[in-house]
């Protein structure tokens, strides 16, 4: 098979890895400081906190800022479910924004129409590596004193207008999941300007305890206080390690992920059944997903047959995703009738995942690229 994503690993993550299994600190140790300076100098922000995933990232960004119970925060229905569930942990309610139909991020003016007086934040995903429209979303934020964060799993090393990922929002999310841009395995990244942020997010991730044992150490003392409800959610040194070694080769996971993205659209130009979605101009994409989008001329059991005959025959498409409200719990918490997202819900039914990753050869894509012009036609003839 085929996977439609998946980690590139080498021989130099594999020594920074035992690297660090043979020092003295397995976790809490210096390794995760260096990673968390190396990637916020990388982005030109002053402050990161490593945590053990991208929802726990999401999770402790959201506590930083204060949000609780009777808030609201403002997120796109096509993301992973984390996006929202992050609110609901803090007792808040995630209020769902139409995105936009051929991009399929946020839409700021969704976003306006969804601001409330309990309104506290806008999370924007950059779906499939793309940042949304930060300086849109920013005018909207300052006017009605919001704060604006960026869940940018799917964007690290992605650009706007020149500018990084990671300094385009208040706070910045990144994973490290397998299949992202690079991976620790598991793991998570908050960016931010504000100190105050960052060391909530500390204190936070380590149980909501005020000194951990590096600076009870310089202090020659055994005492810490718990001063607030906090979660294990530290990221280990094994990890960190292996997030530095694949952080210096970012840009050339990137660079493939953009030559595949570059040989797909320019295979699938002017096709009749679907399309690649349009990058923006001033974007630099980082092609986290490569996502097709079917034409009208296809329906949602084309779809189904489609993905079925691809699978068959080894590739490992996916859907990314169907409208986080559509799952059964939200179906269960929230009314169905306070949510209209009705371009989300259609190109939801019409998306559909390929296959790309850095160590992708051109045979497996050429390969993709065949079954899927094959199946394709296949389709719509017997249609």
């Known amino acids: 098979m085929i996977p439609y994503a998946k980690q590139s690993i080498d021989e130099s993550d594999i020594e920074a890895v035992c690297e660090v299994l043979r020092s003295d600190f397995l976790t809490t140790g210096p390794t995760i400081p260096l990673f968390e300076n190396v990637l916020s100098r990388r982005v030109g922000m002053p402050h990161a906190v490593a945590l053990n995933s991208g929802t726990a990232a999401l999770h402790a960004a959201l506590v930083a800022i204060g949000i609780g119970p009777g808030d609201e925060v ?12 992050a609110v609901i942990y803090c007792g808040a309610t995630p209020v769902f924004a139409d995105v936009d139909p051929d991009t399929l991020l946020l ?16 999370i924007a995903v950059d779906y499939a590596g793309q940042p949304a429209d930060y300086p849109a979303l920013k005018v909207i934020a300052d006017k009605h004193d ?5 869940d940018a799993c799917h964007s690290l090393g992605a650009e706007l207008n020149g500018t990084p990922v990671g300094a385009l929002a208040d706070l910045t999310i990144f994973s490290f999941h397998p299949v992202k841009p690079i991976t620790a395995g598991e793991g998570g990244m908050v960016i931010t300007h504000n100190p105050q942020y960052a060391e909530r997010m500390m204190r936070f991730r380590s149980h909501g305890i005020d000194k951990d044992h ?24 094994i990890q960190c390690a292996l997030g530095l070694s694949q952080l210096k080769r970012l840009e050339r996971f990137i660079q493939r992920r ?7 659209t320019q295979g699938f130009a002017g096709h009749p059944g679907f399309s690649s ?11 986290h997903l490569f996502v097709i989008k079917l034409h009208d001329t296809f329906n949602q059991q084309h779809r189904l047959a489609l993905y079925e005959k691809l699978r068959a025959v080894g590739i490992g498409v996916n859907v990314h995703y169907r409208p986080v409200y559509l799952n059964s719990y939200y179906r269960q918490h929230i009314e169905p009738q306070s949510i209209s997202c009705p371009v989300a819900e259609q190109c939801y039914q019409r998306v559909l995942s390929l296959p790309i990753y850095p160590s992708m050869v051109d045979s497996d894509i050429q390969f993709v690229m065949d079954q899927l012009l094959i199946a394709s036609d296949e389709i719509l003839v017997t249609d």
């Open 74 to 85: 403002i997120v796109p229905p096509i993301t992973f479910v984390a996006t929202a569930n």
């Open 107 to 122: 839409d700021p003016q969704q976003v306006k129409q969804n601001i409330t007086a309990a309104t506290r934040a806008i």
């Open 146 to 150: 919001l704060v604006l964060i960026s």
């Open 214 to 237: 590096n600076l009870r150490a310089a202090l020659n003392s055994w005492e810490y206080d718990m001063v607030e409800l906090g979660y294990n959610y530290r990221l280990t040194d």
């Open 258 to 264: 953009s030559e595949i993205a570059d040989i797909y």
């Open 277 to 287: 979605l349009p990058v923006r101009d001033g974007v630099k994409h980082a092609h």
